[in-house]
């Protein structure tokens, strides 16, 4: 079975830090990733998306991630964090040949103004 | 256009109840899927459809039953409610597996089972 581990559970940063978290999953064969965020009382909504091609991928808000094949890793970053991007971020993987998506444990950033 | 619409947004169960949540879509989406949110487990599948009349169980399938009579429509029903079926129930829905589709989530539903 595949699994998907996002090793922050809890980060908190003061405006402008820069961001990155974790993400590494277990499969070993081609899959989509995912970053999803949820801010409080909400709905998870889609940031970004690797399917294929460029490893470096770019989301809405000024988020991006890298995809790093040989460490199973796609790990999210961004350079300036404001106090809008508290929330909680979600890490997915779907394989290729299969149906299911798998969810991290989720992220809980807190933004200081 | 609606998304992902689910009704109730909150419901109160005593334990032995039973209830049905329902998730309706208007995007003409293949697949469908019921999760659970608890705190410090992520989203954990309950159960998911890969297209009308069809269902399968995901991760956390016990006390649950689903159905897809139609293909806008995915049913969860807890037939008889227990504490530790409290918790937010999100569903999904996406287009295929092709292509790298994503997941799109109505708002949730918070259940208490007291």
Same mark, same amino acid.
């Given at each position: 079975?595949?699994?998907?581990?996002?090793? +922050?559970?809890?980060?908190? $940063?003061?405006?402008?830090?820069?961001?990155?978290?974790?993400? +590494?999953?277990?499969?070993?064969?081609?899959? &989509? $990733?995912?970053?999803?965020? @949820?801010?409080?009382?909400?709905?998870?909504?889609? $940031?970004?998306?690797?399917?294929?091609?460029?490893?470096?991928?770019?989301?809405?808000?000024?988020?991006?991630?890298?995809?790093?094949?040989?460490?199973?890793?796609? &790990?999210?970053?961004?350079?300036?964090? @404001?106090?809008?991007?508290?929330?909680?971020?979600?890490?997915?993987? &779907?394989?290729?040949?299969? +149906? @299911?998506?798998?969810?991290?444990?989720?992220?809980?950033?807190?933004?200081?103004? | 256009?609606?998304? =992902?619409?689910?009704?109730?947004?909150?419901?109160?169960?005593?334990?032995?109840?039973?209830?049905?949540?329902?998730?309706?879509?208007?995007?003409?989406?293949?697949?469908?899927?019921?999760?659970?949110?608890? *705190?410090?487990?992520?989203?954990?599948?309950?159960?998911?459809?890969?297209?009308?009349?069809?269902?399968?169980?995901?991760?956390?399938?016990?006390?649950?039953?689903?159905?897809? /009579?139609?293909?806008?429509?995915?049913?969860?029903? /807890?037939?008889?409610?227990? *504490?530790?079926?409290?918790? =937010?129930?999100?569903?999904?829905?996406?287009?295929?597996?092709?292509?790298?589709?994503?997941?799109?989530?109505?708002?949730?539903?918070? /259940?208490?089972?007291?």
């Amino acid at each position: 079975a595949q699994s998907v581990s996002q090793h +922050n559970h809890h980060v908190i $940063l003061s405006e402008a830090a820069s961001l990155e978290l974790g993400c +590494n999953y277990s499969y070993g064969g081609t899959v &989509n $990733l995912f970053w999803y965020v @949820q801010y409080p009382g909400q709905h998870l909504q889609l $940031l970004l998306k690797y399917f294929s091609g460029d490893p470096l991928v770019k989301g809405i808000k000024g988020f991006e991630a890298e995809f790093i094949k040989s460490k199973f890793s796609f &790990n999210l970053r961004k350079p300036s964090v @404001q106090w809008s991007d508290t929330a909680e971020y979600f890490c997915a993987v &779907n394989a290729r040949a299969g +149906n @299911q998506f798998y969810f991290g444990t989720g992220t809980s950033l807190t933004v200081i103004p | 256009n609606a998304g =992902v619409t689910q009704t109730p947004k909150f419901r109160v169960l005593k334990t032995g109840q039973s209830m049905t949540l329902l998730c309706a879509q208007d995007m003409n989406h293949e697949y469908m899927y019921w999760y659970r949110q608890d *705190p410090g487990m992520g989203l954990r599948l309950i159960h998911y459809s890969v297209g009308e009349g069809t269902t399968a169980k995901g991760e956390v399938p016990d006390g649950y039953n689903v159905s897809r /009579l139609k293909k806008q429509n995915f049913l969860l029903g /807890l037939e008889s409610a227990a *504490p530790s079926q409290t918790s =937010v129930y999100f569903c999904a829905s996406s287009y295929s597996m092709e292509g790298g589709s994503p997941l799109h989530f109505g708002n949730g539903t918070r /259940l208490t089972v007291t």
